[in-house]
């Protein structure tokens, strides 16, 4: 069996556990305390995912060790990242020394253009998991540039809490109200602004299209928050408590779009001249038009698929998703 280190020990990094231990010898998880070493039994694996699921740091458990978790890699081991931090440095020099690399980690692969490309050279790093959580949004790309079919137009939905923002609205519910539910229902990070300023849309937008090739960095895509610049500096209690400012706005901005017959989304959209996020009224009957909830969609029209775009929908948020799309990229590089 192929040795495997885990690194980011939260939900998705103990669903990859549980979901890998029949295919993969693990190694090694890390989170930032420290690193529990193998061999362990399954059993003990798994009491390990517990403890942390409790709050437990691993530097903290019997069999956790504190300090730099990369030095105890086995020669040649699979490392999945499932953290959120801008390592891409790090995750280089790992596939310097033989590694190969999952991630479900988006940061890396939005960082410096020469560390992207240094990262993905040998094709021996994988990030299924980072765009559209367990969908084949990646893969698919990759299949449509490898098989020299050309991308013309990729459209998609990228965020589960931005899709259920917008189909509240289209259901008649005011904004405010809409972002105060998916706060409620853990649908947004604690601070709702880093889901609605559109930059984690952006950073899967860039993962597409420096995948396609396209040499652009998260400064090139345009971004269309949905709030008011003025609202940026507030503090978190004080963003709530002036959501109801913009219901109108919203309000508006939707009913001018069901006049024409269409309905907002908020796509993520890539051509081969540039590519934006942000609010567009897109026909009811289309593919992004019939769209409802958290689910997530891309399409992509090519030279192949003109007339009917090649459209992969499901859901685009999950942890046992998210975990299964790390675990096809792991089977994929043993």
Excluded at 20 to 43: I, K, T, W
Aim: hydrophobic letters at 45%.
């Amino acid at each position: 069996m192929h040795n495997l280190a885990i690194y980011g020990f939260g939900g998705v990094g103990r669903a990859v556990l549980a979901q890998a231990l029949l295919h993969f010898n693990l190694a090694l998880v890390a989170d930032r305390s420290g690193y529990v070493v193998g061999p362990l039994s399954n059993e003990s694996w798994l009491a390990v995912a517990a403890a942390k699921a409790q709050g437990a740091a691993l530097a903290s458990l019997p069999e956790g060790t504190s300090g730099d978790w990369r030095a105890a890699l086995p020669a040649g081991c699979l490392v999945a990242d499932t953290t959120a931090e801008a390592n891409a440095a790090q995750l280089v020099e790992l596939a310097g020394r033989g590694m190969s690399l999952v991630l479900a980690n988006k940061k890396p692969l939005c960082e410096d253009l020469n560390l992207f490309q240094a990262l993905v050279a040998e094709r021996r790093t994988r990030y299924e998991a980072t765009v559209g959580a367990g969908l084949p949004i990646v893969v698919t790309t990759n299949l449509l540039r490898d098989t020299g079919d050309q991308v013309q137009r990729i459209e998609g939905c990228l965020s589960g809490t931005l899709g259920f923002l917008l189909s509240s609205i289209e259901q008649g519910q005011p904004y405010s109200a809409a972002v105060r539910e998916a706060k409620a229902l853990g649908w947004t990070e604690p601070d709702p602004r880093d889901d609605l300023g559109g930059v984690d849309v952006a950073r899967k937008a860039l993962i597409l299209a420096r995948t396609l090739g396209y040499q652009w960095n998260l400064s090139d895509i345009a971004i269309e928050p949905l709030y008011p610049a003025a609202f940026a500096d507030l503090s978190i209690a004080e963003f709530m408590a002036q959501l109801d400012q913009l219901d109108a706005g919203y309000a508006q901005r939707q009913a001018e779009a069901v006049a024409q017959g269409q309905t907002l989304r908020y796509v993520a959209a890539i051509t081969p001249e540039g590519a934006r996020v942000g609010l567009q009224a897109v026909a009811k009957d289309s593919p992004l038009g019939s769209l409802k909830g958290p689910d997530n969609m891309v399409a992509w029209t090519t030279n192949r698929y003109q007339e009917r775009p090649l459209v992969v929908r499901g859901p685009g948020a999950g942890v046992e998703v998210t975990a299964s799309a790390v675990l096809f990229d792991l089977l994929a590089l043993r």
